[in-house]
């Protein structure tokens, strides 16, 4: 046997740099890099071996590790999970920030690889810098933290694990049903220790995305199901864009004349102008898409979690009498709900079930409701999305100024507080690939981050980040990144100083305004100062300026698509209304005793809607 002697870091990049995956009959290297922030844990080790193979795998340094890794999960989902990133960074606290970002990429199914460094395996200098330890037991890290948010987790002892370690990970990261974030942590002293390697270990090798097919009991159990409905519902999940069945779900829908109702992941699997598409679902969704959930006998989901802001809770539609089937390449998604479990991939599920059901379609009635709700929906986006020369415009109206500039080949990126409800609404998306927003997590600062792997995953599109001013304050590092790498971005930052969304949410609990909004919180005796966001992007490298209403902000977005580098747009909005329409139930818990009489009858109202809750 042909061996090769190689460190163990050298022997991990390399394999990493072998490994190749087929995208739409092309092949294409499965790792487009990696994103690193180098300290003692990793930059002699690690460090040292990507530098000798920067060319086939470049390294992408950043600004922050937890950002780094919102990067690399969102270039992965950018590309339908097919092609990745791995993102590595040194011991202790550079570790650590890289938690927050697992768990973004467990709770949305994404894959990416996360090599953090780890302490000395010898414990020879123990206890080395930024170690923490534990008094009871020396094998535990902070990298243990990983454990809970990985899909796989490992820590790599001795060299020669990499041989069965590393195809395990690779295997996670692309399969359809465990797909997550894979975590090997590295301990400084064994990335430097060398080994004899097989040189077979770094053959190049082509991977293809597994289809699970659909089991026939199941199939024929689900096909029955739907062909006695009269008012079928489809309600799409991400993983028809990550089975590639958009085009697919279109084809079906329209043959059998089924409404379909999205997701936030799901969101753009169709486009909005399909005539089966009537919006998004559940607490953030559409008036035509709650009232056909409230109605349908049938529910197909495809591809989706069925987390509570797409069901209100377990409120909107789970009730005697309802159907739902669940076509999801997960056993454990497929069970949720009592659902008639449909284990597949989301693309064959459905040609096969078009083919059981033939010629079967929904009732002329149904199909005739549903036209009707999503006209009366769209009359309602178009009037609260207008521009009706407000100084402090409305998060819908911004959206509205957004689309309108925006083509069918560029996408928006958001992720947590009142901007991912709205945009859910109100956001009329033009395709798969148009619409990229982060939900499952709600993670506060993955916007920009996220903004940078999707321009990163399709530099020919442009990239629309839309952002509050908490978020952005929170992390706005990679600005700097996007501009040192060439990776434009436009970034319209909506200041409605202080957590908006969170406030209203207070607010509707019965709470006073409190420690939300700056001006609710403890400051100093003039207040909070106003921060100059434009001239904070400018300082980072930025071309940028501050507008006043809706109308400059769309003349400052004609004038950020002409610019060649990052473009940041602030102006100020309301923080406190939002789209009243729409929407469904959402479970958040009311104290059962107060002494405000506002928390009390929001408790009142608490209790009812439980009463529709399906348990």
Not at 237 to 247: L, T
């Given at each position: 046997m042909s061996t090769i002697r190689l460190t163990m870091a050298q022997a991990l990049v390399k394999y990493l740099a072998a490994q190749r995956i087929e995208c739409e009959g092309r092949e294409m290297a499965l790792f487009e890099g990696v994103f690193g922030i180098f300290g003692h844990g990793n930059v002699a080790g690690l460090g040292e071996a990507l530098y000798h193979v920067r060319d086939e795998l470049p390294t992408y340094r950043a600004h922050n590790e937890q950002t780094m890794a919102h990067a690399a999960i969102a270039f992965a989902k950018a590309q339908g999970r097919r092609r990745l990133m791995a993102a590595t960074s040194s011991v202790g606290p550079g570790a650590t920030n890289m938690v927050t970002a697992a768990g973004l990429a467990h709770a949305n199914r994404l894959p990416v690889l996360l090599l953090p460094g780890d302490t000395f395996a010898t414990r020879d200098p123990d206890p080395v810098l930024q170690q923490v330890e534990h008094f009871g037991d020396p094998?535990?890290?902070?990298?243990?933290?990983?454990?809970?948010?990985?899909?796989?987790?490992?820590?790599?002892?001795?060299?020669?694990q990499l041989l069965t370690s590393l195809p395990q990970a690779i295997a996670t990261l692309l399969d359809p049903e465990h797909c997550g974030p894979a975590t090997l942590a590295l301990p400084q002293d064994v990335q430097t220790f060398a080994y004899d390697y097989p040189e077979s270990f770094f053959a190049p090798r082509l991977h293809r995305i597994r289809r699970p097919q659909p089991d026939l009991g199941e199939l024929e159990t689900a096909i029955a199901a739907l062909a006695r409905a009269d008012r079928p519902l489809i309600i799409a999940g991400g993983g028809v864009?990550?089975?590639?069945?958009?085009?697919?779900?279109?084809?079906?829908?329209?043959?059998?004349?089924?409404?379909?109702?999205?997701?936030?992941?799901?969101?753009?699997?169709?486009?909005?102008?399909?005539?089966?598409?009537?919006g998004g679902i559940g607490v953030t969704g559409s008036e035509a898409a709650n009232q056909l959930a409230e109605q349908a006998d049938v529910i197909l989901a495809v591809g989706t979690r069925l987390q509570d802001f797409t069901t209100g809770s377990r409120a909107l539609f789970e009730r005697d009498g309802l159907t739902l089937v669940a076509l999801n390449a997960g056993r454990f998604d497929s069970q949720k709900h009592y659902a008639l479990p449909l284990i597949g991939d989301a693309f064959d599920g459905l040609v096969a079930l078009d083919h059981g059901l033939a010629d079967w379609r929904s009732s002329d009635a149904w199909r005739e409701q549903a036209c009707r709700l999503k006209h009366d929906w769209d009359e309602v986006v178009a009037r609260v999305t207008a521009d009706d020369g407000?100084?402090?415009?409305?998060?819908?109206?911004?959206?509205?100024?957004?689309?309108?500039?925006?083509?069918?080949?560029?996408?928006?990126?958001?992720?947590?507080?009142?901007?991912?409800?709205?945009?859910?609404?109100?956001?009329?998306?033009?395709?798969?690939?148009?619409?990229?927003?982060?939900?499952?997590?709600?993670c506060m600062g993955y916007e920009i981050a996220g903004g940078l792997g999707v321009k990163m995953a399709h530099p020919e599109r442009e990239v629309f980040v839309m952002v509050g001013d908490g978020s952005y304050l929170m992390h706005n590092s990679e600005l700097a990144t996007s501009v040192m790498l060439g990776r434009k971005l436009v970034v319209v930052v909506l200041d409605?100083?202080?957590?908006?969304?969170?406030?209203?949410?207070?607010?509707?609990?019965?709470?006073?305004?409190?420690?939300?909004?700056?001006?609710?919180?403890?400051?100093?005796?003039e207040g909070a100062p106003k921060t100059d966001f434009a001239a904070h992007a400018r300082a980072l490298g930025c071309e940028a300026e501050q507008v006043h209403g809706v109308q400059a902000l769309e003349e400052a977005l004609v004038r950020a698509r002409q610019a060649d580098t990052t473009y940041v747009i602030a102006l100020d909005t309301d923080p406190l209304p939002s789209t009243d329409e729409g929407g469904a139930w959402w479970d958040v818990a009311v104290p059962e005793a107060s002494s405000r009489e506002q928390v009390k009858a929001a408790y009142a109202g608490y209790r009812e809607a439980k009463r529709r809750q399906h348990r």
């Amino acid at each position: 046997m042909s061996t090769i002697r190689l460190t163990m870091a050298q022997a991990l990049v390399k394999y990493l740099a072998a490994q190749r995956i087929e995208c739409e009959g092309r092949e294409m290297a499965l790792f487009e890099g990696v994103f690193g922030i180098f300290g003692h844990g990793n930059v002699a080790g690690l460090g040292e071996a990507l530098y000798h193979v920067r060319d086939e795998l470049p390294t992408y340094r950043a600004h922050n590790e937890q950002t780094m890794a919102h990067a690399a999960i969102a270039f992965a989902k950018a590309q339908g999970r097919r092609r990745l990133m791995a993102a590595t960074s040194s011991v202790g606290p550079g570790a650590t920030n890289m938690v927050t970002a697992a768990g973004l990429a467990h709770a949305n199914r994404l894959p990416v690889l996360l090599l953090p460094g780890d302490t000395f395996a010898t414990r020879d200098p123990d206890p080395v810098l930024q170690q923490v330890e534990h008094f009871g037991d020396p094998t535990i890290t902070v990298n243990d933290c990983f454990r809970p948010v990985s899909r796989y987790f490992d820590r790599i002892t001795r060299p020669e694990q990499l041989l069965t370690s590393l195809p395990q990970a690779i295997a996670t990261l692309l399969d359809p049903e465990h797909c997550g974030p894979a975590t090997l942590a590295l301990p400084q002293d064994v990335q430097t220790f060398a080994y004899d390697y097989p040189e077979s270990f770094f053959a190049p090798r082509l991977h293809r995305i597994r289809r699970p097919q659909p089991d026939l009991g199941e199939l024929e159990t689900a096909i029955a199901a739907l062909a006695r409905a009269d008012r079928p519902l489809i309600i799409a999940g991400g993983g028809v864009h990550y089975a590639g069945a958009c085009e697919r779900l279109g084809e079906f829908a329209r043959a059998h004349s089924v409404p379909v109702a999205e997701t936030q992941a799901g969101k753009g699997a169709l486009p909005d102008t399909h005539p089966c598409s009537v919006g998004g679902i559940g607490v953030t969704g559409s008036e035509a898409a709650n009232q056909l959930a409230e109605q349908a006998d049938v529910i197909l989901a495809v591809g989706t979690r069925l987390q509570d802001f797409t069901t209100g809770s377990r409120a909107l539609f789970e009730r005697d009498g309802l159907t739902l089937v669940a076509l999801n390449a997960g056993r454990f998604d497929s069970q949720k709900h009592y659902a008639l479990p449909l284990i597949g991939d989301a693309f064959d599920g459905l040609v096969a079930l078009d083919h059981g059901l033939a010629d079967w379609r929904s009732s002329d009635a149904w199909r005739e409701q549903a036209c009707r709700l999503k006209h009366d929906w769209d009359e309602v986006v178009a009037r609260v999305t207008a521009d009706d020369g407000r100084a402090l415009p409305t998060d819908a109206q911004v959206i509205g100024a957004v689309n309108r500039q925006t083509g069918e080949n560029d996408t928006v990126v958001c992720a947590a507080g009142g901007l991912p409800g709205e945009l859910h609404k109100v956001w009329r998306c033009a395709g798969p690939g148009s619409y990229h927003v982060e939900y499952g997590y709600s993670c506060m600062g993955y916007e920009i981050a996220g903004g940078l792997g999707v321009k990163m995953a399709h530099p020919e599109r442009e990239v629309f980040v839309m952002v509050g001013d908490g978020s952005y304050l929170m992390h706005n590092s990679e600005l700097a990144t996007s501009v040192m790498l060439g990776r434009k971005l436009v970034v319209v930052v909506l200041d409605n100083r202080g957590y908006g969304c969170i406030n209203r949410l207070q607010q509707g609990t019965g709470g006073a305004g409190f420690n939300n909004l700056l001006d609710d919180c403890l400051t100093v005796e003039e207040g909070a100062p106003k921060t100059d966001f434009a001239a904070h992007a400018r300082a980072l490298g930025c071309e940028a300026e501050q507008v006043h209403g809706v109308q400059a902000l769309e003349e400052a977005l004609v004038r950020a698509r002409q610019a060649d580098t990052t473009y940041v747009i602030a102006l100020d909005t309301d923080p406190l209304p939002s789209t009243d329409e729409g929407g469904a139930w959402w479970d958040v818990a009311v104290p059962e005793a107060s002494s405000r009489e506002q928390v009390k009858a929001a408790y009142a109202g608490y209790r009812e809607a439980k009463r529709r809750q399906h348990r």
